[in-house]
């Protein structure tokens, strides 16, 4: 593995900063030796992050893709199993869309499995004393579209990236900035070796 394209999010809703941004930016700058990592700001909008995700796929050709994300006041890093072709929003996206039980892609297949071992990723976060789980729902809102997007890409075209999709809680006490960043260097880590 050489080439990581780690992703986060702009903020959305209430909160002022999104910690999937925060963290990939400081991932960005704590790169292990040996490994090139690149950041990518995502915008909290369906069509448009779909369409980035796509793009930074096609051109950056990365070998993996860590797509963060920020949900709530989690209690664990969530890695995300799994992405479905439906999208269904309880409040409008960034650009005001507001999608109702419609597809991301019309006659895409139902889901996606991410081609990661997730609970080898877990193990290895649990290890570190990093509160972690398998996620089994990425939600259906930007996230769960960005994946979806992300893995059609990469199982329609054939691309060699193997990509995974990281839930992780607002930044607190309980989750520092540190303990977030940690865990995504972690996950670098293991899919290194
Ligand atoms: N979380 C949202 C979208 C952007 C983000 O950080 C989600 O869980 O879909």
Redesign the pocket.
């Known amino acids: 593995m050489r080439k990581v394209l780690i992703t986060g999010?702009e903020p959305?809703g209430v909160s002022e900063v999104?910690s999937?941004w925060e963290t990939a930016v400081r991932v960005g700058q704590l790169a292990p030796k040996g490994v090139c990592v690149e950041t990518l700001l995502l915008p909290?909008s369906f069509v448009r992050a779909g369409k980035m995700i796509r793009e930074a796929l096609k051109e950056k050709r990365p070998d993996v893709l860590v797509m963060l994300?920020?949900?709530g006041k989690g209690e664990s890093i969530d890695i995300e199993r799994i992405a479905i072709n439906m999208m269904d929003a309880s409040s409008p996206d960034n650009d005001g869309y507001h999608p109702q039980e419609q597809t991301i892609v019309d006659g895409g297949e139902a889901a996606y499995f991410s081609n990661f071992p997730v609970k080898t990723l877990r193990d290895a976060l649990l290890h570190k004393g990093i509160p972690a789980r398998v996620s089994n729902s990425?939600?259906l809102?930007?996230?769960?579209s960005t994946y979806y997007n992300a893995l059609n890409e990469i199982y329609e075209q054939g691309l060699p990236t193997k990509a995974l999709f990281i839930?992780l809680p607002i930044i607190s006490e309980d989750f520092p900035i540190e303990m977030l960043t940690d865990a995504i260097l972690a996950i670098i880590e293991t899919i290194r070796h």
């Open positions: 999010f959305f999104n999937s909290v994300g920020q949900r990425a939600g809102y930007v996230c769960n839930h």
